[in-house]
């Protein structure tokens, strides 16, 4: 298995629901990464887990919530999102360390996710 | 401050030209450089690793520190080729933290 799986594909929701995101590989990569992407922008950094423990918070707001429960499923908890947060949600995996055969991101397709 | 520059938004060639996207960096640290691809509908992908030198779809890539430059060349571009293609520089340390280019489109026309 060489594939980021990530669901739902599409998700709408109101700004007073809470949602999940869900992330799933099974490539044996230890670092999960959640980023978000607006239309024709590159990718924004938002979390970084490193052997399930979160390594980086690029300053993202409270209510994105990331968990990561194993070392193949990252999660995004949503919760009172607004409009501006619509966008496409990006989850990638890799190998930590350069010296474990470090080949860069495997990126999954995305959840596109409008907040209405 | 670490940073990748592609100066192009939108490069467009016709058939079997040759393309170059180009991408710069600034980095105190020792780099390392990818190329990312974002075909029309489809999934971020890794097209190329500097470590690797490495040909894949005929594109190369070769860092040039000196100019601390990491363009993307291929002799002779193909309809297939059109899509989005993003420079990255992983920054060192443990948490393979990417920072991407904004970014150049691809349109080789028929």
């Known amino acids: 298995d060489t594939e980021v799986t990530q669901t739902p594909k599409h998700l709408v929701m109101g700004m007073t629901n809470k949602k999940s995101l869900k992330c799933e590989q099974h490539?044996?990569?230890?670092?999960m990464y959640w980023y978000k992407q607006k239309a024709k922008k590159p990718p924004e950094l938002m979390f970084v887990y490193s052997y399930e423990k979160l390594s980086i918070n690029e300053s993202v707001p409270s209510r994105f919530s990331p968990e990561c429960p194993n070392s193949s499923l990252l999660n995004l908890h949503l919760h009172a999102l607004q409009p501006e947060d619509s966008a496409l949600y990006l989850c990638a995996s890799s190998q930590p360390l350069p010296g474990q055969g470090y080949r860069g991101y495997t990126f999954g397709s995305g959840t596109r996710l409008t907040v209405v | 401050a670490q940073r990748v520059t592609q100066p192009e938004k939108l490069l467009s060639v016709f058939k079997g030209a040759p393309v170059e996207l180009k991408c710069n960096y600034s980095y105190s640290g020792s780099p390392e450089l990818f190329w990312y691809v974002q075909y029309s509908r489809q999934r971020l992908q890794l097209l190329l690793r500097?470590?690797s030198r490495e040909s894949i779809k005929g594109f190369t890539a070769d860092l040039n520190k000196g100019e601390t430059s990491f363009h993307l060349k291929k002799p002779f571009a193909q309809e297939e080729d059109s899509a989005m293609y993003y420079c990255?520089?992983?920054?060192?340390?443990?948490?393979?933290?990417?920072?991407f280019g904004q970014g150049t489109t691809l349109q080789v026309k028929p």
């Open positions: 990255a520089l992983k920054l060192s340390g443990n948490t393979g933290k990417l920072i």
């Open positions: 490539m044996g990569h230890r670092a």
């Open positions: 500097h470590i």
